[in-house]
């Protein structure tokens, strides 16, 4: 059996949680079989559960895709999604601090170096390529790197990120960034749909996308290799799968935020970004 969705299938529990609505997760599943999977099973049960839950799916993401969103709500998700770029190279400067393996440290650091580039401006790294992105959306870059007009959930979700990557065992933390197995797919469909759909939107406006197609997957392969070799017990392989998850809800709690605020019902918090339009 090389699947964890499959483990305990016939079981009661499961049927019982079923029939109230409540599906159990592959770590549940895990946890209740208590039997180790082989690395390629728990690479798959990730795969499986991140996929399922990844943003890729939100209703947000899919007005994007589908050319439906206007310039202001386009304005909104690149102000808040810049608070979640900000975080990143700060949770892997985290993250970094705490593996006592230099050749851990050689390769996480060139997450640190991809988002806040190098000395001299050798290379620009992601922060500032982003910067690019909202300018190009007509946003003043000061007022979106100040991160004050992002919505109040935006802070507390990338605040959710630092605080699992601090709180949590190395394992948790290396696995919590295993959304990116799956962001390629959605900077696969989200560029062509930018440019085919929005005509105030150029390649220069998107620069930012370019590197992370080679980036994530060398990234996510690292780290997948990782959690399979130190996931050594069912409970540690269970737990790959939570963080997996916890970030997956990280993702769709900017993205709730963002549809609630920008869409339906258009309820913006006081002091967060407010497009001249909004009502
Ligand atoms: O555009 C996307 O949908 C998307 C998703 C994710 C992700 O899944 O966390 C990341 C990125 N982009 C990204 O550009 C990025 O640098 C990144 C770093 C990380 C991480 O958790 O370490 N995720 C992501």
Not at 32 to 40: D, E, F, N
Not at 199 to 205: A, L, N
Not at 253 to 259: F, G, I, N, S
Request: include cysteine; hydrophobic fraction near 40%; proline fraction near 6%.
């Amino acid at each position: 059996m090389n699947s964890a969705a499959s483990m305990s299938e016939g079981d009661t529990t499961k049927q019982r949680d079923t029939q109230s609505g409540v599906r159990p997760t592959a770590a549940d599943e895990i946890r209740k079989a208590g039997r180790l999977l082989p690395p390629a099973g728990l690479e798959q049960a990730l795969r499986t559960a991140g996929f399922d839950r990844y943003h890729i799916h939100h209703p947000f993401h899919k007005m994007m895709n589908a050319g439906d969103l206007t310039k202001a709500q386009m304005q909104a998700w690149a102000l808040n999604r810049y608070c979640y770029q900000a975080t990143i190279p700060k949770k892997d400067a985290i993250i970094l601090s705490r593996s006592e393996d230099p050749e851990f440290r050689r390769e996480w650091r060139k997450r640190i170096i991809d988002h806040d580039g190098e000395v001299n401006g050798e290379k620009d790294g992601g922060i500032k390529r982003w910067l690019k992105l909202a300018e190009g959306l007509g946003l003043d870059t000061d007022m979106v790197q100040s991160r004050k007009y992002a919505l109040p959930a935006t802070h507390f979700a990338v605040d959710a990120y630092i605080d699992l990557v601090s709180n949590s065992s190395l394992l948790v933390a290396v696995a919590s960034s295993l959304t990116e197995l799956f962001s390629p797919v959605a900077i696969g469909e989200r560029v062509p749909a930018m440019l085919n759909r929005y005509d105030y939107i150029t390649e220069d406006t998107l620069v930012y996308f370019k590197p992370r197609m080679h980036q994530a997957p060398r990234d996510s392969e690292h780290a997948l290799d990782l959690v399979t070799r130190w996931a050594d017990t069912p409970d540690k392989q269970a737990d790959a799968v939570d963080a997996l998850l916890s970030k997956c809800n990280i993702l769709w709690a900017m993205l709730d935020a963002l549809h609630f605020a920008y869409v339906e019902p258009g309820l913006i918090a006081p002091g967060s970004f407010r497009p001249p339009d909004a009502k």
